[in-house]
């Protein structure tokens, strides 16, 4: 198959009379309690709500601030869409706020982990990609405001690289052992893509995730129950308030 990601395509997203004004940021939130919960930390203002594809968005603005928050979304082909029409709609900040499982011993249920490269292992960033890379970056400003929201909370978070899936019942002893001798901190499914697909666009994107699961042991061990994830996800949540508020 010949072709460049340089080359145009057919299909793209676009601006049209109908297309709400969503503000310069946009957190784009993995689970539909989540997307819940920081819309209920945002509710100091009005709020637009629409369908986008299968989720929704949610446009918060006050007397100073405007601001956009969608979700849920899963898996990286359609979080690269979703990101392609939040920067075509004009979006050109972003935060991802998602869970992952553990793959390093060292992390745990209900740590926070800060992505700081993702290792690919899904389809969709091949397609913005002229090498044949294997490690995607967020951008090292949207890093560095989630590190300083992260340093104002109790909880606790990890820098690193992590790896990027499309398979979830895929993740095999094999795969759990090879990433974990790449020093991987834990597996997802998205940042990868958003990371490659936001470098691709020249916008900023960085990610903030929480430990929900554990394969380190290679066995699953879930702990979408527990206290300390709930309390994980809080501090996430409050987190990328603080960035939204802050950039918006």
């Known amino acids: 198959m010949t072709?460049?990601?340089?080359?145009?395509?057919?299909?793209?997203?676009?601006?049209?009379?109908?297309?709400?004004?969503?503000?310069?940021v946009a957190a784009m939130v993995a689970t539909r309690p989540d997307i819940g919960m920081l819309r209920d930390m945002s509710s100091d203002g009005d709020e637009i709500s629409r369908n986008l594809f299968t989720g929704k968005l949610y446009i918060a603005s006050g007397a100073s601030s405007r601001f956009s928050m969608t979700g849920p979304l899963v898996g990286a082909p359609y979080a690269a869409m979703i990101l392609e029409t939040l920067i075509a709609w004009g979006a050109r900040q972003f935060i991802f706020w998602g869970w992952c499982g553990a793959?390093?011993?060292?992390?745990?249920?209900?740590?926070?982990?800060l992505p700081t490269a993702a290792m690919i292992d899904e389809g969709t960033s091949r397609h913005y990609l002229e090498t044949g890379e294997e490690i995607s970056r967020p951008s090292s400003e949207m890093t560095a405001k989630i590190r300083g929201a992260l340093s104002t909370k109790d909880v606790n978070w990890h820098e690193g690289v992590i790896w990027t899936t499309d398979g979830v019942f895929r993740e095999t002893r094999e795969k759990v052992l090879y990433y974990q001798?790449?020093?991987?901190?834990?597996?997802?499914?998205?940042?990868?893509?958003?990371?490659?697909?936001?470098?691709?666009?020249?916008?900023?994107?960085?990610?903030?995730?929480?430990v929900s699961d554990d394969v380190s042991g290679l066995t699953w061990r879930p702990g979408f129950k527990s206290e300390r994830f709930k309390a994980g996800r809080v501090a996430a949540g409050e987190a990328v308030r603080a960035i939204l508020k802050e950039l918006s």
């Open 3 to 24: 072709g460049s990601p340089l080359d145009p395509p057919i299909v793209k997203p676009f601006r049209s009379k109908h297309t709400p004004d969503i503000g310069l």
């Open 103 to 113: 793959v390093s011993p060292e992390t745990c249920i209900g740590d926070i982990i």
């Open 181 to 210: 001798s790449k020093g991987a901190l834990a597996v997802e499914m998205e940042m990868s893509a958003l990371f490659t697909v936001a470098a691709f666009h020249r916008v900023d994107i960085g990610g903030i995730l929480v």
